[in-house]
């Protein structure tokens, strides 16, 4: 019963260049959570998704970043023109719809933008 | 509006020593509350949660914590800390909604 998994684990992006972190949630989830942590602060909301639906993503910056959930396959978060400032954990979550919002978290992928 | 007070960034403890490390949230209405650990570059895991019932919760890893109704409390306790319990813990408190509300983070710190 493999957990929620996120790859890359590690990205290097030059600034100006697309990052695009994927997050596959647990088996029987259907909630999906994206984070991201900055060095020496703790976790930031970003969105949080069901399939095909965006239900909050007032964590997300407004521009430069998107996330989906799409009916077949993984969510996806993408950051485009990428600048040093991105550089972070991002860490995805996925639950259960059961509203006891208990969060099995991926190892997380590390974007460090040159 | 809720929020999650962890009043202390680090704490240095040693080796075999007991700690405690503090959550207060402020809420007016039933709360869920979670405590988990992150240890060095690696994701968070669930240490421990109190949805309802017995106020004293156990967690893995030898870890508790109680809830205080009236204290808005959720602290963590460990009798003897080990260098593995190295790691940063965060609480986190939802009202069943989907939006966790976080703490900043604690920093364990263990002394040989």
């Known amino acids: 019963n493999a957990g929620v998994m996120q790859n890359p684990r590690h990205l290097v992006r030059r600034r100006g260049q697309e990052a695009r972190l994927r997050c596959s949630p647990m088996?029987?989830?259907?909630?999906v959570y994206w984070y991201r942590q900055l060095p020496e602060e703790g976790l930031k909301f970003m969105v949080y998704?069901?399939?095909?639906?965006?239900?909050?993503e007032s964590g997300m910056p407004k521009e430069r970043f998107s996330a989906e959930f799409p009916k077949e396959g993984p969510s996806i978060l993408r950051i485009q023109q990428v600048v040093r400032g991105d550089s972070a954990a991002y860490f995805c979550?996925?639950?259960?719809?059961?509203?006891?919002?208990?969060?099995?978290f991926g190892a997380g992928s590390r974007l460090t933008v040159l | 509006a809720q929020s999650v007070t962890q009043l202390d960034s680090q704490v240095p403890v040693f080796e075999e020593a007991p700690v405690e490390l503090r959550c207060n949230y402020s809420?007016?209405?039933?709360?869920?509350l979670f405590w988990y650990v992150q240890y060095p570059n690696q994701g968070l895991q669930l240490l421990l949660k109190?949805?309802?019932?017995s106020t004293l919760v156990k967690g893995i890893n030898g870890f508790e914590a109680e809830f205080n109704k009236s204290q808005t409390s959720f602290h963590l306790r460990k009798p003897s800390v080990h260098i593995s319990d190295t790691a940063e813990y965060f609480c986190?408190?939802?009202?069943?909604?989907?939006?966790?509300?976080w703490g900043a983070g604690t920093k364990l710190i263990i002394k040989p």
């Open positions: 979550a996925s639950s259960r719809n059961d509203g006891a919002n208990v969060l099995t």
């Open positions: 088996k029987g989830h259907s909630h």
């Open positions: 998704l069901q399939k095909e639906n965006i239900i909050d």
């Open positions: 809420s007016s209405v039933s709360v869920y």
């Open positions: 109190y949805l309802s019932g």
């Open positions: 986190a408190v939802t009202r069943g909604n989907y939006q966790l509300i």
